[in-house]
């Protein structure tokens, strides 16, 4: 048998007590199945503190790893737990969920291991033995074929690219003790609570952002009955943002979130290829513009030439009556 394959599982803690992991660390654990038949490995799944272990148990993995509270809040701590995981089961891949957690640990858990990286997969071909990452660059433009060719290797997924793992059978539990903090590591100074979303916008089914064709703030509240009439979430261009009209939470684009929803839909978004780069790979896009040259339709499944403050509120009462 092969080395095994580790899945960080990053979880929420529940209003009423317990924990619940999260879609992004389900399809973690699905990448690694679909790798596992194909190596003849083992799915070792590690959560960070005992909060998710019974969650995690019953995921889809054949072992847990409980690694130790690490003594301080933030990437750092967690970072050398997951790293003592992988090195307690002899891990020859860790693979992290499309989070914002999650991105920070691929980087500093392959920096702890001295790992080779391959960020974003939306592929992972396994084939003689050889495991190769398909990943997109050059924002979004060609797509690059990373070949693991030594362990440990540390890969970062693309959001709603894999599909979740089916629940398993409880899983044997085991902790894992996580070393102490360096005289090196930082210290947290301050932390800020998050603007509170029912569902992170990497994870939602269904996107709905809006650009400058929005002409102003004041215009977002029909973004955001699309939205809630479609049951999907707001984003914005980065131009929106960096005008103040939304939050950075909703920032669609290379410089903000990557997302891969069933269905996209940009309104009043010209389709810059920084914006491009974060939504192309959404199984569906649906493009509303003025402007019938703008380079949104090029990658458009569904486009219509209009002024999206006309356009809005009629697709928003078609929407309803529909449903």
Not at 39 to 54: E, F, H, R
Request: net charge positive; proline share 6%; glycine share 12%.
């Amino acid at each position: 048998m092969s080395a095994p394959i580790l899945v960080f599982l990053e979880h929420v803690v529940l209003e009423h007590g317990g924990a619940a992991l999260r879609k992004p660390a389900l399809e973690g654990l699905g990448a690694a199945r679909a790798m596992a038949s194909q190596l003849g490995a083992k799915v070792i799944g590690v959560v960070v503190g005992g909060a998710a272990a019974a969650a995690a148990a019953t995921a889809g993995a054949d072992e847990i790893l409980v690694a130790s509270d690490p003594g301080a809040p933030g990437s750092m701590g967690a970072a050398r737990a997951v790293a003592a995981a992988a090195r307690e089961c002899g891990a020859a891949f860790v693979i992290f969920p499309a989070t914002a957690r999650g991105r920070d640990l691929l980087a500093l858990v392959a920096g702890h291991l001295a790992a080779g990286v391959a960020a974003d997969a939306v592929k992972i071909d396994v084939a003689g033995g050889e495991v190769r990452v398909t990943r997109p660059v050059y924002a979004g433009k060609a797509l690059q074929v990373v070949v693991a060719r030594r362990a440990p290797f540390a890969i970062g997924l693309r959001p709603n690219a894999f599909a979740p793992a089916a629940p398993g059978a409880a899983a044997p539990v085991r902790e894992v003790a996580t070393p102490a903090a360096s005289s090196a590591e930082p210290t947290l100074v301050e932390t800020r609570a998050p603007e509170v979303r029912r569902v992170d916008l990497t994870e939602a089914a269904i996107v709905v952002s809006g650009g400058r064709g929005m002409k102003g703030p004041e215009n977002f509240h029909l973004v955001e009955s699309l939205a809630a009439a479609l049951g999907g979430v707001v984003g914005a261009s980065r131009a929106v943002v960096d005008a103040g009209w939304r939050p950075h939470g909703e920032q669609v684009g290379q410089t903000g979130k990557t997302v891969s929803p069933k269905l996209y839909v940009a309104c009043g978004i010209s389709g810059a290829i920084q914006h491009l780069a974060g939504m192309s790979s959404s199984k569906c896009i649906v493009a509303i513009n003025r402007d019938r040259e703008a380079p949104i339709f090029k990658v458009a499944d569904f486009g219509i030439v209009g002024d999206c403050l006309e356009v809005l509120p009629a697709l928003t009462a078609a929407v309803q009556a529909a449903k």
